[in-house]
């Protein structure tokens, strides 16, 4: 079984820059292809970006691309999502999650084993 918990969400201004972590429990964490997910108020969780088990493949989606940095350290078995220039319409719950199973389309909640408890992400124009 693994643990996922999320911090680092808040509120800050739009164009201001906030770093999420995502601490697991378990010995294989460096085994498991995690991503990072958010539901924003009305609507449906979306993929906002997944790392490989080594960190060398990282994908984004087009919506955050080039603004949102995911990286992790296996050492640490942490994950982190750095947000920089941020929008009001970042404005969501963030969940990281992790899977395990292979073969399975990463940008895909149902693909995902394991799940955060979510942080809150607030961006004010």
């Known amino acids: 079984q693994v643990q996922l918990v999320e911090s680092g969400g808040g509120l800050v201004q739009a164009g201001g820059s906030l770093r999420l972590s995502c601490a697991a429990s378990?010995?294989?964490?460096?085994?498991?292809?995690m991503g990072w997910f958010r539901r924003a108020p009305g609507k449906e969780r979306e993929f906002v970006a997944g790392?490989?088990?080594?960190?060398?493949?990282?994908v984004y989606a087009d919506s955050v691309k080039g603004r949102f940095t995911i990286s992790r350290d296996n050492a640490k078995n942490t994950i982190y999502l750095h947000l920089s220039s941020l929008k009001p319409e970042d404005t969501a719950v963030y969940y990281c999650?992790?899977?395990?199973?292979?073969?399975?389309?990463?940008?895909?909640?149902?693909?995902?084993?394991?799940w955060g408890q979510g942080t809150q992400v607030t961006v004010s124009s």
């Open positions: 790392i490989s088990g080594s960190g060398g493949s990282t």
């Open positions: 999650a992790g899977k395990v199973r292979l073969g399975l389309p990463t940008r895909v909640d149902r693909a995902y084993d394991y």
């Open positions: 378990g010995r294989t964490f460096s085994s498991y292809y």
